[in-house]
């Protein structure tokens, strides 16, 4: 089967079947406790009657299970959804190393180049980096190279007084220093 982005509950059972019957996935033990967790947990999947079928100790194990997971995919997605869930509480290993899961990972993740991705810093794109560094070239242009008005740098000096809060004490310190050295000159 192959994998689709939204796979239902019982497409992923049918996919998974193969791979949980195989001889040794699940134990006994861990059968045991799923068909009791659908049987007696609200919701109930199991009547009293299948939970005693699925098992029974006469069958062989490869069979119950084979039977419970075609039961299930014959009552419907919610059922399946509850076998996962038992599986994972019961059987967290092997629900991690399932098909499905393991082919949902692979189609969830981006579609950036892993070397690509820790380039990309932002989704806004590279007119968005332009306009912003032309903002800030153009405000270190115009500092550096025009005197401010000293009415303007009496409340630019306020400003940047409460700016311990904003942007840190270390680097207030040096803008105040750089205003009071534009206040001494003329």
Do not use: W
């Not at 699940?26 to 049987?39: G, Y």
Request: aromatic share 12%; net charge positive; proline share 6%.
């Amino acid at each position: 089967m192959f994998c689709r982005k939204y796979q239902t509950y019982c497409d992923r059972l049918v996919q998974d079947t193969p791979f949980l019957t195989s001889n040794g996935r699940l134990s006994e033990q861990q059968v045991d406790k799923i068909i009791l967790q659908l049987n007696r947990f609200y919701p109930q999947i199991l009547t009293n009657k299948e939970a005693e079928k699925f098992r029974n100790p006469k069958t062989s194990l490869r069979v119950r299970l084979s039977d419970l997971l075609t039961h299930l995919q014959r009552k419907g997605e919610r059922d399946c959804q509850e076998f996962y869930r038992a599986l994972y509480i019961n059987a967290q290993p092997l629900y991690g190393s399932l098909p499905s899961r393991k082919a949902m990972k692979t189609s969830d993740s981006t579609e950036l180049d892993p070397d690509k991705e820790k380039y990309n810093l932002n989704d806004r794109g590279p007119m968005f980096f332009l306009a912003c560094f032309s903002v800030a070239a153009g405000l270190a242009f115009l500092i550096y190279y025009c005197s401010p008005d000293p009415r303007v740098l009496r409340g630019a000096r306020r400003v940047i007084g409460f700016s311990p809060i904003i942007i840190g004490k270390h680097l207030s310190h040096y803008l105040l220093a750089y205003l009071e050295k534009g206040f001494k000159e003329p």
